[in-house]
């Protein structure tokens, strides 16, 4: 009901980061469209310290294909686990492009079938939600 919403950066402290971080941080805290709990630093990345985790896309490609390959690494080793399996790219099939006037999903470049079908249920979703309309509404209200 109410995710708390981190922001991805290289230490907890306000002023830790790039420009883009130390801007975004100072935007996401003013803020009232959400519970924000400030920055996020790696090691938080797969706990419950936040429901959603927001970074620059660099950042966010990063962690991505780390936890893929981690889960490659997992798989490769007989491990089986509920929480792991998550982090199989097939499953989710995209990410969602979100702050544009349309309905975005990009994925790995090695996807195949069972990656493009979640990617093409995955903006069937985010569609029938109207997301971009959502986010266009919070925008005006600001």
């Known amino acids: 009901?109410?995710?708390?919403?981190?922001?991805?950066?290289?230490?907890?402290?306000?002023?830790?980061?790039?420009?883009?971080?130390?801007?975004?941080?100072?935007?996401?805290q003013e803020s009232k469209e959400f519970h924000f709990i400030g920055n996020i630093e790696g090691r938080d990345l797969f706990n419950d310290k936040a429901?959603?985790?927001?970074?620059?896309?660099?950042?966010?490609?990063?962690?991505?294909?780390?936890a893929e390959s981690y889960y490659s690494l997992i798989k490769a080793r007989g491990i089986q686990d509920p929480f792991l399996d998550r982090f199989n790219y097939e499953t989710y099939g995209g990410t969602p492009v979100l702050g544009i006037n349309a309905t975005v999903i990009v994925g790995p470049g090695i996807s195949r079938a069972r990656a493009i079908s979640n990617m093409i249920i995955r903006a069937f979703e985010m569609e029938s939600a109207a997301l971009n309309e959502k986010i266009k509404a919070v925008f005006q209200h600001e």
């Open 1 to 28: 009901q109410h995710p708390k919403v981190g922001l991805i950066n290289i230490g907890e402290e306000p002023e830790k980061g790039n420009s883009l971080a130390q801007a975004a941080f100072q935007l996401m």
């Open 51 to 66: 429901d959603v985790l927001v970074c620059d896309g660099f950042t966010g490609n990063v962690i991505l294909k780390l």
